[in-house]
């Protein structure tokens, strides 16, 4: 078999790797997904992110991109002809998509984490709620974004649905382990619609 | 039809600083309004509901939030005018993302540890700051500009942070420039720009702000 001209450093649990993952197969590109082992990091991933040395990392002609964001929009940009846009096209909508998911990464994920992580119940507890507000928020946001229709992106999966949707299993896991409920279809309809609730 | 456009920012800020700079490369008239941080207005928190900061451009009545995502907005809207802040390939435009990132992550954060921190920290505190300003020095290397041949996207978002410089050098007690040479002579090259010395705030401003902030917090 032909080798591809385009690799992905990942490990398959982790939610940053799902998300160039998911781009890639909305851009109908085929790659080699090359495992890494995160207690024994490979020569090429070392090679491909010296400043962070993490995946995910996308290597296309052999030129690594790193963050798996800033991989999301090169995807986006480099197949621009290939299926749907992932990012909007109007540049206002562009600004929006980008701050929902700067959101994510930079304000919803570390709380998510810390309930992920929490141990007793009065922990558990007290990092619900701002978990919970943040999907409030996003509730909100995709409202706007969504206008009304399946997903952030509109009818298709968009740059905030794959920021946030990468999320679903791990929120899964969170609910089962810590015995909460995040996905509320009462509560924040929308989102949990869109995440297949 | 005319462009209504405002930033919302105060004088100190790194990061209205790049917007100041994106916005005056492009040639866009624009009504600025200076932010009291201790005293939001109504419009800040209307426009930026979720973080309240600035900076905020507001075009045509619609907000635009976070630095970053701003430039990029303005590049998008207004690309028709020269020069382009971001480069047109998009591997070249991943790496400068990337970097626009690292900055972001690294520089503000290792700043503000400088004039934040206790005394026997302070070594420490600016040792990383220096590591960070090597790693940058390192992608830089010859090239003239971060982007290469002319004033960028990385540029545009780092440059800022120069002039802060004296202010982290006063309450650090050290001395930058024999330590990353290579980083204040790009810093330099920067300032030549009339875009770029015009929107960098006063440094001496920046440090009687720091020594106010470092008074509120308790710090001595």
Known sequence: MAENDVKLLGSWPSTFVMRPRIALNVKSVCYDFLEEQLSS????????????????????????????????????E???????????????????????????????????????????EDAIKAALEPVFDGLVLLEDAFKNCGKGKKFFGGDKIGYVDIALGCFLGWMRVTEKMNNVTLLDEAKIPVVSVGCGV | MGDEVVLLDTFVSVFGMRVRI????????????????????????????????????????????????????????????????????????AHARFWADYIGKKIYDGGKKIWTTKVEDQEAANKE??????????????????????????????????????????????????????????????????????????????????VMLRQRMGIA
């Open chain 2, 129 to 210: 700051f220096i590591e960070c300003l090597k790693v940058l020095e390192g992608e830089l290397g010859d090239k003239p500009y971060f982007d290469g041949e002319s004033f960028g996207f990385v540029d545009l978002a780092l440059i800022p942070y120069y002039s802060w410089f004296p202010a982290y050098e006063k309450f650090g007690k050290f001395s930058i420039e024999p330590e990353c040479p290579k980083f204040v002579a790009w810093a330099k090259r920067c300032m030549q720009k009339e875009n770029v010395s015009k929107y960098l705030s006063d440094p001496d401003k920046i440090y009687d702000f720091v």
């Open chain 2, 22 to 93: 994106a916005l005056a490369e492009k040639g866009i008239q624009y009504e600025y309004k200076e932010e009291d941080l201790m005293n939001k207005s109504h419009l800040l928190l209307q426009m930026n509901p979720i973080h309240k900061k600035i900076p905020v451009l507001i075009h045509n009545g619609k907000p635009i939030c976070e630095s970053l995502i701003i430039v990029e907005y303005i590049d998008e809207v207004w690309k028709d005018k020269s020069p382009p802040l971001m480069p047109s390939d998009p591997y070249k435009r």
């Open chain 1, 78 to 120: 480099k197949w621009t002809n290939s299926g749907p846009s992932i990012l909007p096209l109007d540049p206002y909508d562009r600004a929006i998509a980008r701050f929902w998911a700067c959101y994510i990464d930079d304000k919803w994920f570390p709380i998510f984490r810390s309930l992920a992580v929490a141990q007793g």
């Open chain 1, 41 to 76: 990091k490979s020569d090429l991933l070392l090679k491909s992110n010296p400043v962070y040395k993490k995946i995910p990392v996308l290597i296309h002609d052999g030129k690594s991109i790193c963050e798996s964001l800033n991989i999301v929009q090169y995807i986006d």
